[in-house]
Every structure is written in C-alpha cells, then in structure tokens.
C-alpha cells in the first residue's frame, strides 16, 4: 500500500515552519523537529508513485498499491478502482508526477 505521510511544509522551499503544534526546519525536501527528529512527509502521492517507478517497479502494481489497495484496506470496495458505479477521482499526473488534471464528482480541474 503507497500513501503520503506529507505535512504542512510540503511542497515549500527549505525553511523554518510551524507544523500542526510544532516548529520544523525543512532542508532538502527533509522536514525535521528542532531536536533533529523527522517531522512528517514532505512528498505528494504523485511524487512518491513517480519515485515507485523510476525505481523500476511496474506501473500497474504502483498505481494499484496508491489507489486500490488503500480502499481496500478501508472496506470502500467501491472505490480505488474504475468500473461502472465506482466513487472515484481521477488524476491525471505529468512526467514528474504532479497532478495536472483530476476529476472529482464528475467535474474536470485542470492544474496549470
């Protein structure tokens, strides 16, 4: 199963933050607590199936382990998969896997 554990600082440059209860310092897209603990995830879904890949696993079993697996896991067994009647939401991801399009409750949102 693929899930982000990302935090408040995800996706902001390396700097000082205030995460949920507790300030984190992130350097090199690594966000820690003051006494040099990890503080969270600083990846996006996307960026963590894009990591899958590159690393060589197969597509399908990545993009299954980041949808389908999790709703199953969860007892949604209709969603995480696309079929006639399925909740989904769909996202369309670029070479670098950032979302550029998604489909939620049947509307298109288009990132720029």
Not at 24 to 32: C, D, L, P, S
Not at 65 to 76: E, F, K, S
């Amino acid at each position: 199963m693929l899930v982000s554990d990302s935090t408040m600082p995800n996706g902001l440059p390396d700097g000082e933050y205030f995460a949920t209860n507790h300030p984190v310092t992130v350097v090199g897209g690594v966000a820690r607590t003051p006494e040099g603990n990890l503080s969270g995830g600083t990846c996006f879904l996307g960026a963590c199936v894009k990591k899958l890949v590159d690393m060589g696993l197969p597509e399908a079993d990545v993009f299954r382990m980041a949808a389908q697996t999790p709703a199953d896991r969860l007892g949604l067994s209709r969603m995480g998969r696309l079929a006639v009647g399925a909740e989904d939401h769909l996202a369309g991801l670029d070479e670098n896997g950032e979302v550029r399009l998604l489909f939620a409750d049947d509307r298109p949102i288009i990132f720029a």
